[in-house]
C-alpha cells in the first residue's frame, strides 16, 4: 500500500521568503509522487510530478520538488513566494502497479504581504 | 479550454432528494474517477471507471452510484443525500490507470439542506 504524509497543515510565509512544503512517502514498490495545487472552490492543478527519471523536478510557476528515496521524501520549494501561491497543496503518490491516486491531506499556505 | 467540465459547479439539494452530477472530458482519456472532498480534507476516491469497467471502492456507500454512457461522460447519483454527504465531489480523467497525470475538474459543490 503507498500513503502520503503532509507535515504541516498550514505554513505562513512573507512574500518574497522561501516556500517549503514537505511531503513523505511510504510506498513498499518504486512510487510516482505528485504535486497539486488547489484554490478556493477549485478542482486540482497539477504543479509537478515525479515519475523515476530526474530526481529534481521542475513545475509550473517556479515550484521545483526533489526525490529523496533515502529520505522517502518529495518536499516542495519556490524561491520565493508571490501572493498568488496562497492556495491548499497536495501531495499525492501512486505507483507503476496502483489504480488510483492517494492524498496526502494538505498543507495550506499563507503568504503574508 | 477546459477539458474536464463539471456540471453544476454549485448544487443545492434537499435532504433525501436524489440529486445527479456530472463530468465529462475532451481528452479521450480511459479512465474517469470521481472524489469525494470535504472541508479541509484530502480528496477521497469513491470510485472510477476504467473505460466501462466499473471499480468501487470498499467503504463507498451504496447511496453513491455511477454511470458512464460512453467515453465523454461520467455520472454521480447520490440516491438519498444526507447532511454529511455535503462536500466538494471532484471528477478526475486520466489516460491509463497508473502513474499517468490525472486532470481534475473545477468540482461541484453540493449543500444538503
Known amino acids: 500500500a503507498q500513503s502520503v504524509t503532509q507535515l504541516g497543515s498550514h505554513v505562513s510565509v512573507s512574500e518574497g521568503a522561501l516556500v517549503l512544503l514537505r511531503c513523505n512517502y511510504s510506498s513498499s514498490v518504486p512510487p510516482y509522487l505528485f504535486w497539486y495545487v488547489q484554490y478556493p472552490n477549485q478542482g486540482l492543478q497539477l504543479l509537478l510530478k515525479y515519475t523515476s527519471a530526474a530526481t529534481l523536478v521542475k513545475g509550473i510557476n517556479g515550484f521545483e520538488a526533489e526525490f529523496k528515496k533515502s529520505e522517502t521524501s518529495f518536499h516542495l520549494t519556490k524561491p520565493s513566494a508571490h501572493m498568488s501561491d496562497a492556495a491548499e497543496y497536495f501531495c499525492a503518490v501512486t505507483t507503476n502497479t496502483g489504480n488510483q491516486f492517494y492524498f496526502g491531506t494538505g498543507t495550506s499556505l499563507t503568504v503574508i504581504p | 479550454d477546459a477539458m474536464v467540465i463539471q456540471n453544476p459547479r454549485y448544487q443545492v439539494t434537499q435532504f433525501g432528494k436524489p440529486v445527479t452530477l456530472s463530468c465529462s472530458q475532451t481528452?479521450?482519456?480511459?479512465?474517469m474517477y470521481w472524489y469525494q472532498q470535504k472541508s479541509s480534507q484530502a480528496p477521497k476516491l469513491l470510485f472510477h471507471?476504467?473505460?466501462?469497467?466499473?471499480?468501487n471502492e470498499a467503504d463507498t456507500p451504496d447511496n453513491f452510484q455511477s454511470r458512464r454512457p460512453n467515453t465523454s461522460f461520467c455520472f454521480l447519483d447520490i440516491r438519498s443525500p444526507g447532511l454529511g454527504d455535503a462536500a466538494m465531489y471532484l471528477c478526475?480523467?486520466?489516460?491509463?490507470?497508473?502513474?499517468?497525470?490525472?486532470?481534475f475538474g473545477q468540482g461541484t459543490r453540493l449543500t444538503v439542506v
Open positions: 478526475a480523467t486520466s489516460r491509463n490507470l497508473v502513474f499517468d497525470e490525472a486532470f
Open positions: 471507471y476504467y473505460d466501462k469497467d466499473f471499480n
Open positions: 481528452l479521450n482519456h480511459n479512465v
